[in-house]
């Protein structure tokens, strides 16, 4: 634990170095409000901040710059994760009063707000369709042998996905079994119910092989990136823009890596805490969307560690919060 001085000095090093992307000197230091100590005494508590490894001087003459751990001291420090300014919570507010049709859709919007809010990489891991209600279910010959099975659920969430049929079944089979899918699983969660016979053994086989296909793609988390652009502007070093562009590329890795810090009770990941190798040189900013006290996915932003803190946590919960409202009034 720092004493107050050494706090607020680091604190100073990293509001400074997340403005500016420079080494901050003593002098500068200083000069800022709430530290009243000397630039000589100002060095000195450099020195020993370094020598902790809360800093890091990247060249002999220069300033220092925050290492990991200073970020997360100055992280778990803050008074408050900060506040939105009244235009940007507005902003916020319109949006998902506006936001209407798929989930789907929605949440792809979602994640482009969140990127333009907050010029980093935004992720917004949707909930999966398992856990959700079912509202109806349909069956639509796409050819001779081929059918596809659309379940819409009661949070506006549409799956598809499409089964093999025999020949000789005909529409009217087809629409029966849509009939009896809809009949035995509205208002229900799809993995909670076991489907009762229908007396007619092509519409039992059609219904078993269509919620076996439908419980297999609506378990999957569904995955938004928005803003992604901006992680090339984020870092001077070519190959650190292709690592993370390419981890952002693979749905598993990210889900993965959401759902762990979420899990982990954390709210932000700085650097190598997440434990994704390619992303050693970035910082990660979740909060759960909490629908009815039921976790039904996260929304988050990934950008380079000198990344502003305070305003990326407020903006993070803030969208979390409108989110889980506008799922919750379907």
């Known amino acids: 634990m720092l004493d107050d001085r050494k706090t607020a000095i680091l604190t100073a090093v990293v509001q400074e170095y997340i403005t500016t992307a420079q080494p901050v000197g003593s002098t500068h230091v200083a000069k800022a409000p709430g530290i009243g100590v000397s630039s000589a005494t100002v060095r000195n508590e450099l020195a020993v901040l370094e020598q902790e490894g809360y800093l890091v001087q990247p060249h002999t003459s220069a300033g220092r710059i925050p290492t990991d751990k ?12 900060g506040r939105l300014d ?6 916020v507010g319109d949006f998902f ?8 859709e929605m949440l792809h919007q979602t994640s482009n707000l969140l990127a333009e809010l907050t010029h980093h990489a935004a992720v917004v891991v949707g909930p999966g369709a398992a856990p959700v209600a079912v509202r109806s279910v349909q ?13 819409v659920f009661a949070n506006g969430a549409v799956t598809n996905t499409t089964i093999d049929v025999d020949p000789a079944i005909d529409e009217s089979s087809l629409g029966g079994a849509g009939v009896h899918l809809s009949a035995q699983l509205g208002g229900r969660h799809l993995g909670a119910v076991d489907i009762a016979p229908a007396g007619d ?12 296909g439908i419980r297999s793609v609506a378990s999957v988390d569904q995955v938004y990136t928005g803003g992604v652009a901006a992680v090339a502007s984020a870092f001077d070093a070519v190959e650190v823009v292709r690592a993370v562009l390419q981890t952002l590329e693979q749905q598993f890795v990210v889900v993965t890596l959401i759902s762990d ?8 990941a700085i650097g190598v805490e997440h434990g994704v190798e390619p992303l050693a040189a970035c910082s990660v900013v979740v909060s759960p969307v909490v629908v009815d006290g039921e976790h039904l996915g996260s929304v988050g932003v990934l950008g380079p560690t000198r990344m502003n803190y305070p305003r990326a946590l407020a903006t993070v919960d803030v969208v979390s919060e409108q989110l889980a409202h506008r799922i919750e009034e379907g």
């Not at 053994?201 to 076996?212: F, G, H, K, Q, S």
């Open 70 to 81: 200073g970020y997360r001291y100055f992280v778990d420090h803050l008074a408050s994760p």
């Open 86 to 91: 009244l235009s940007t919570t507005r902003q």
């Open 97 to 104: 009063a506006a936001a209407h049709g798929r989930l789907e």
């Open 139 to 151: 069956l639509v010959s796409v050819s001779s042998t081929l059918a596809t099975v659309i379940v």
């Open 201 to 212: 053994p092509v519409i039992d086989r059609l219904c078993a092989d269509a919620v076996a």
């Open 261 to 268: 810090i979420v899990n982990r009770g954390m709210s932000v």
